[in-house]
């Protein structure tokens, strides 16, 4: 299914090219221009019950509004004459249409351009893996609405900004660290046993969050679509055959497939005053797209004129049937992501996941896993941990989000130890991706910090896997790593995820957990990427039609722990925000946060554990000594310790304090 | 994380201005003179004064009279290229000691003036009747032949009282005589001692090498350390990869930090002129600067972007700072007022406390005096030289930055009125770094700096300024004004060109009551209150060395505070600079139009004890002016404007009342205001910070 195309370095090349930007506007996505700042909210004391937060209104796409979408796409594509596969989606991930133009590229390549810029050979993980270009469309259409919400608009551009071995990817930042979100991409996969599929029957067949092909994208093309402030969608528009990352943010690139999504969201464009330009991480400010209004050619928007002549709406199995079909209101039943009842949550601000029907997918409950632990979580337990969590983060200030000032908005995951879910809260517009991404991180920090890891590891059948743990063993010299002495949380488990050794430093070698530096990039992360790079396959042969049989709703081929229990049933996650959580030595969980800044994430899922310890007492984070920042890692002429977790600067609306995880 | 000796870039500026040297020439001169005036007065040596008041001999004594004329002759260019330092924290500036020349002759028309048995070029008095001596039967003097030559073997007027010091343990009486001598007849090794290797006395003909031509050449050396100790704190973050210490779990860790510095400056010139008596027509100079520093800092990656290396680090460089050639091209009226232009590396300031560009330079400077020297201009041009990271020096092995500067000014003494000097400059900075791409000496990029878009940067900026200095009254008065208009090609917020537009305004009174001066000082910096508009409105300078409001014995400005959060390799302020400004580096960061701005108002008093002692003492309140681009930067509104309170105290010691050994200590604490905590915090158990100075400066 690997196969080596040419067409990939060239457009690889084409990439690199840079221009002055045409001499417009810079920052015109075609939103609401914002000169002045929006007043910051005056932040409320939070008590717990809600009232913090105020709900995006409902919106969403309709028919005509996609083929307008599709028609302005279009469009430019003809002038471009890049004849293109475009995607709309809606923001639970629902794929709306398909427009394939007529000779456009049927597949593209995954890049195996490597971080150090070569092509790798041979290529590992999913690097230089052929895919259908729908794949590629709705994965960048998915990333550029899961990423979004009414106080972010990011890209596949701004993704391939944040996932990368360096913050920011520029010829000048060799040395820093790692984006904030590296491993995102691995995230919404085909085989995840959270997101829904396409196929569903009666009302739970828009319930989302859908999964991607690809998970999520770093190939600009991808812009989220937005009404009245509200992210309603996303399109992606995938042509040039490339299926790659931005490695230079400092160039402007001329992107044929970004300049085609821009067109498209022409009349859904974000408010400027939200767009990921607004919006700086370390000082550093993050980008919406390269292409602005001023590159396109005038708009054409009548669909009735290009359909069927200029190409054609068409079927991917797995996502769509071929027809447009209007996109779901995020924040009703029917798209899978509701307000929570009062005897689902105590504070009337969650979100929770539902089925279509009413029914809460995740309700909070005990622990599942008596088997392997003293005393599982109960339920009363799992409850205060998310109460606390969602104080937490009512009260936290928001570092990805405009206007300044904004409460954080992130999604909270608690699981046992087994992996199972136990309960699932979201803030009203926390962006989607931030749901799965949770889960993984919970399952990662659960996982890792469990007896059972390196056997799981050891009984994957791919022996690629398996060696991870030989890796870890010897590089932490400790022939007993991963049998639960420590507590991994995931920024833990990401400082030996990342291809150099400490992150970013260069001329150090890889984490154990990556790949060397050689052979790595966006689509070769190491043990993440091979986890879940069989169920990827499975997935592109059943969409290619290779195959009748999709990838099961499970991802990774790590022994059960009981029959139809997996640790890692969607996969794990590299990037930090979340801890183990313990009865006093004993692992019983993992809470995961996704959603904001990673300091946020870090702080909501430590001190939310925290909080609700001394709350109901008994449970909490794990004990200092058995942390993961005591491991010290020799590495000849250096040593260098992991770190647990790092709470953010300024973290509250409701006071200046400073530094407020010091000594817990 | 430069660490620049705190005296150093002073001691720079008046070495190279050779104003402590020649200030020191100066009085050894005047030392001479006043010898001499008492050698010809002594009936010993009545013989001297027949042969002056013989007429026959008047040829012969216009030129020996030429000697008492020029001595007369300020050193014009001392005080063109280093205008008066009014600080009176700046230790080095005392020696200066302008303020004494600068009497009272209200009611006398200083051009017209001649003061009784006083003579000056070009102006006569009516001259008295010839006397015609008529006295037969008189014997004349013996001619000059008469006397055995090798009794005043005196090669030039710079040996002549030398040849009178008595051999080592012969008869010294004629000290008892003759007292001032003795300062004539130290050994080489005293620094108040002539000697040769530093400028007292021109190069003997016998050892002058053959390429010198001509006579008056000097030959100068100079050695100074410079010794700093410096605990200090900040608020520092803890390593985002790796920590120094488990339990790391916030953003800010410890805070205290130590530099040491070791600094020795080596300078060689040589002068062809007559030195103190009037410009010197060349002047070749060379000083290189060694520097050894030690720094240990309680967190990772703060000393280098490897977060595996240790936090400690000890590096070393020689800078080359100076490197020039300077010709004095003429005089334009009998009083010296002269041309002459300077290529090279070469100290520049480019107003009277440092505030726009204060640093030795690479350029070409063409300056000189008018009417009097009431009039001083400078015109120049510079490119600015790459700095070592870690010591500040200039390094020549790297190729200059695309960062070229232009001035013109003009130094109006009197006006406008008397006691005051006005300043009027034009400075223009070209900076072409669009393309650069730097990694400073410890692995963090500088150029583009890590700040908003990332994108490279060229702009230009013109500063017009306008400064006054002096007195009004009794109340010392300095000020400055600048305004900075220009483009920035890419605003690192909006990825768009950019006006710039913004300004500068700072004052200084003080009012001295016997030994003590009370000093209030006002500055004003302007920030950009909106960094998402087309217009730049933060105040930024080239390179600021401001000496102001307490100079680097107050926190604020010697201090940098890492803007944790806000932007990675970025400082809220520069190591001895004032300005908020949110650069990558003073020394090797862009110039940073979006900034926050600086609001300062301070107190401040000197008192000088004894003449070994002084004690200062400044208090300062600091504000943002615009808090817009932080709140951006670090995705946080509402940051309050409140910087806090700069307290700081010091103690200057100078055993010998000289400048050859002066030792400084000095204390300061930040009382953060709200601003501040609301954006940084430490782990120690401490609510404020300090910054202890000792600095020990030696020179010979």
């Known amino acids: 299914m690997r196969n080596f195309r040419f067409s990939a370095a060239i457009s690889a090349v084409a990439l690199l090219l840079t221009s002055c930007g045409g001499g417009g506007d810079s920052n015109d996505f075609g939103g609401t221009p914002s000169p002045s700042p929006a007043p910051s909210p005056t932040p409320s004391p939070v008590d717990g019950n809600g009232g913090a937060y105020t709900p995006p209104s409902l919106e969403s796409l309709s028919i005509a509004d996609v083929q307008t979408i599709i028609a302005q796409a279009v469009g430019e594509a003809q002038a471009r004459n890049l004849p293109s596969v475009i995607a709309v989606t809606d923001r639970v991930g629902n794929v709306l249409a398909v427009f394939e133009m007529n000779g456009a590229a049927a597949t593209a390549t995954t890049s195996a351009r490597t971080a150090l810029g070569a092509l790798n050979n041979p290529p590992i993980d999913v690097q230089d893996v052929t895919i259908p270009a729908a794949a590629g469309a709705i994965a960048k259409a998915i990333t550029g609405a899961y990423l979004s919400s009414a106080g972010n608009a990011f890209s596949s551009r701004t993704a391939s900004q944040i996932i990368q071995e360096h913050f920011p990817p520029a010829p000048s930042t060799a040395g820093l660290e790692s984006g904030p979100l590296f491993g995102v991409q691995f995230s919404q996969l085909p085989c995840s046993d959270f997101n829904q599929r396409f196929g569903n029957s009666g009302a739970a067949a828009l319930i989302g969050p859908k999964r991607s092909p690809l998970g999520l994208s770093a190939d600009p093309g991808g812009l989220p679509l937005y009404k009245n402030g509200v992210v309603v969608g996303a399109i992606g528009v995938m042509g040039d055959g490339d299926y790659g990352y931005d490695p230079n943010i400092l160039d402007t690139d001329i992107d044929d497939e970004e300049a085609i999504a821009l067109a498209g969201i022409q009349g859904f464009s974000p408010p400027g005053a939200v767009s990921a330009n607004r919006i700086s991480i370390d000082g550093t400010q993050l980008r919406f797209s390269d292409m602005v209004v001023s590159d396109l050619s005038p708009l054409q928007s009548n669909f009735a004129a290009i359909n069927g002549t200029a190409g054609n709406l068409i079927p991917v199995t797995g996502y769509t049937a071929g027809a447009i079909i209007a996109g779901t209101a995020y924040g009703t039943e029917a798209s899978g992501i509701r307000p929570s009842t009062a005897s689902e949550f105590k504070n009337t601000d969650a979100f929770v996941l539902t089925d279509g029907t009413g029914a809460n997918r995740f309700p909070i409950r005990a622990g599942t896993d008596a088997g392997s632990v003293a005393a599982p979580l109960t339920a009363a337990e799992t409850r205060a941990i998310l109460e606390e969590a969602f104080i937490i983060m009512s009260r936290a200030r928001a570092q990805i989000r405009q206007p300044l000032d904004s409460r954080a908005q992130v999604s909270i995951s608690v699981v046992d130890t087994h992996g199972e879910i136990l309960g699932i809260v979201r803030s009203p517009d926390a962006p989607i991706f931030g749901t799965d991404v949770s889960l993984q991180k919970a399952r990662t920090a659960s996982f890792f910090s469990g007896s059972m890891a390196a056997s799981n590891l050891l009984g994957y059948p791919d022996t690629d896997v398996a060696a991870f743990v030989g890796r870890v063993r010897t590089f932490l010299n400790d022939p007993n790593a991963l049998t639960g002495a420590t507590a991994f949380a995931d920024r833990s488990g990401g400082n030996l995820s990342r291809p150099y050794f400490p992150d970013g430093e260069l001329g150090r070698p890889n984490g154990p957990l990556s790949r060397p530096i050689e052979d790595f990039n966006v689509f070769a992360t190491g043990l993440q990427s091979a986890l879940i790079f069989p169920n990827l396959g499975q997935h592109l042969a059943f969409v290619t039609g290779a195959s009748l049989t999709d990838t099961p709703m499970r991802c990774t081929n790590t022994p059960d722990v009981v029959a139809g229990q997996n640790r890692l049933e969607n996969g794990i996650q590299i990037f930090p925000g979340s801890v183990p959580i313990y009865r006093g030595n004993q692992l019983i969980g993992g809470i995961g946060v996704s959603g904001d800044g990673i300091d946020q994430d870090d702080m909501i899922s430590f001190l939310g554990l925290h909080n609700a310890g001394l709350r109901v007492g008994g449970i909490g984070n794990a004990p200092k000594t058995m942390r993961a920042d005591n491991i010290v890692v020799d590495l000849g002429n250096a040593n260098v310790r992991l770190r647990y977790v790092n709470c953010p600067f300024a973290p509250f609306l409701d006071t200046n304090d400073q530094n407020v995880c010091e000594g817990l | ?700």
């Open chain 2, 1 to 700: 994380m430069s660490a620049v000796a705190s005296s150093f870039l002073p001691i720079m500026a008046v070495i190279s201005g050779q104003a402590d040297q020649m200030e020191a020439q100066q009085l050894s001169v005047e030392d001479m003179e006043t010898s001499l005036n008492a050698l010809l007065a002594s009936e010993k040596f009545d013989w001297l004064r027949a042969n002056n008041a013989n007429p026959a001999r008047a040829d012969l004594n216009a030129g020996a009279g030429a000697t008492e004329v020029d001595v007369a002759v300020p050193n014009n260019e001392t005080t063109t290229s280093e205008p008066p330092e009014a600080d009176p924290d700046k230790v080095v500036a005392d020696a200066v000691g302008d303020e004494q020349l600068e009497m009272d002759f209200d009611g006398v028309t200083a051009d017209e003036a001649l003061i009784d048995g006083r003579r000056r070029p070009g102006v006569h008095k009516e001259l008295p009747e010839r006397v015609t001596q008529n006295n037969p039967g008189a014997i004349s003097a013996p001619p000059p032949e008469a006397f055995p030559t090798d009794e005043f073997p005196v090669p030039d007027r710079w040996r002549i009282l030398q040849s009178l010091c008595p051999q080592k343990g012969s008869d010294e009486s004629i000290f008892k005589v003759f007292g001032a001598l003795q300062h004539n007849c130290r050994s080489t090794l005293n620094p108040y001692g002539q000697n040769v290797l530093k400028g007292d006395k021109p190069i003997p003909a016998d050892k002058k090498p053959s390429f010198l031509k001509g006579d008056d050449w000097f030959f100068v050396v100079n050695a100074i350390s410079d010794t700093v100790i410096e605990p200090r704190s900040f608020p520092i973050p803890v390593g985002i990869q790796t920590t120094e210490r488990p339990g790391s779990i916030n953003v800010f860790g410890r805070s205290g930090s130590e530099v040491y510095a070791q600094t020795f400056i080596t300078g060689l010139a040589l002068i062809k002129g007559s030195t103190a008596y009037k410009p010197p027509d060349v002047e070749y100079r060379l000083t290189l600067a060694t520097q050894i520093n030690h720094v240990n800092v309680p967190e990772r990656r703060v000393l280098f972007v490897e977060p595996s290396k240790k936090s400690r680090r000890t590096d070393y460089f020689v800078g080359v700072q100076e490197a020039f050639f300077d010709y004095h091209l003429r005089n334009t009226s009998a009083r010296h007022d002269f041309d002459s232009f300077r290529i090279g590396i070469q100290p520049m300031q480019a107003d009277f406390r440092g505030f726009l560009f204060q640093d030795n330079q690479l350029g070409f400077r063409l300056f000189g005096t008018r009417d009097n020297n009431r009039v001083q201009y400078n015109l120049g041009a510079f490119v600015q030289l790459e700095k070592d990271t870690n010591s500040g020096l200039n390094d020549i092995t790297q190729t200059p930055r695309d960062s070229y500067i232009f001035f013109a000014n003009l130094y109006r003494q009197d006006l406008p009125f008397v006691g005051l000097t006005s300043q009027f400059s034009v400075t223009y900075n070209m900076n072409r770094e669009k393309n650069d791409i730097q990694i400073d000496d410890n692995g963090f990029p500088v150029r583009p700096a890590l700040i908003g878009d990332l994108r490279g940067r060229s702009y230009d900026v013109i500063y017009p300024g306008y400064a006054v200095d002096g007195r009004i009254g009794r109340i010392n008065v300095s000020g400055q004004i600048y305004g900075a208009f220009g483009e920035d090609r890419n605003s690192i917020f909006t990825s768009e060109p950019a006006k710039i537009s913004a300004y500068f305004a700072a004052a200084e009174a003080s009012y001295d009551v016997d030994f003590l001066r009370f000093r209030a000082s006002g500055l004003f910096a302007s920030g950009d209150g909106n960094p998402y508009n087309n217009i730049e409105a933060g105040f930024d300078a080239i390179f600021e060395n401001p000496i102001f409001a307490g100079a680097d014995t107050s926190y604020w400005i010697r201090q940098t505070i890492p803007f944790a959060g806000g932007g990675r390799v970025i400082s809220i302020n520069g190591r001895n600079g004032i300005l908020n400004s949110l650069r990558s580096s003073k020394e090797q960061g862009q110039s940073n139009f979006n900034n926050p701005g600086t609001i300062l108002a301070g107190a401040g008093m000197d008192a000088d004890l004894t003449p070994t002692l002084r004690l200062s003492a400044n208090a300062n309140h600091l504000w943002f002016h615009k808090t817009e681009s932080l709140e951006a930067l670090r995705v946080e509104g509402s940051i309050p404007s409140d910087i806090g309170w700069d307290l700081s105290t010091a103690a200057i010691y100078r055993p010998k009342a000289t400048q050859n050994i002066v030792f400084r200590l000095s204390g300061a604490a930040l009382l953060p205001g709200k601003g501040f905590k609301d954006l940084f915090d430490q782990t120690d158990k401490r609510d404020f910070h300090y910054s202890i100075l000792f600095n020990a400066i030696l020179a010979f």
